[in-house]
């Protein structure tokens, strides 16, 4: 899905680290923890950079797991 607050896209993608791989990409996606779909918004707790490969592979039912990526933005947040 799209993020349509050009702030919070300019914090979540770009160049950087996949917050599940770490690997380095020069052009991260900005995924949604929980879908806005389910009734979430656009907020930074509910948002984790992924490389595309991460990204593909959770919308496919593969690695990170909807768990994983809670778990992500739990920690980054704090």
């Not at 690695?63 to 739990?74: F, H, N, V, W």
């Amino acid at each position: 899905m799209k993020i349509d607050n050009p702030d919070l896209r300019a914090m979540f993608s770009g160049a950087g680290r996949c917050e599940f791989c770490r690997t380095w990409s020069s052009c991260l996606h900005c995924a949604h923890v929980m879908s806005r779909g389910a009734g979430w918004v656009d907020i930074p707790s509910n948002l984790v950079s992924l490389c595309f490969a991460c990204h593909s592979s959770s919308h496919s039912g593969g690695y990170p797991t909807p768990d994983q990526l809670q778990e992500i933005a739990a920690r980054r947040e704090g």
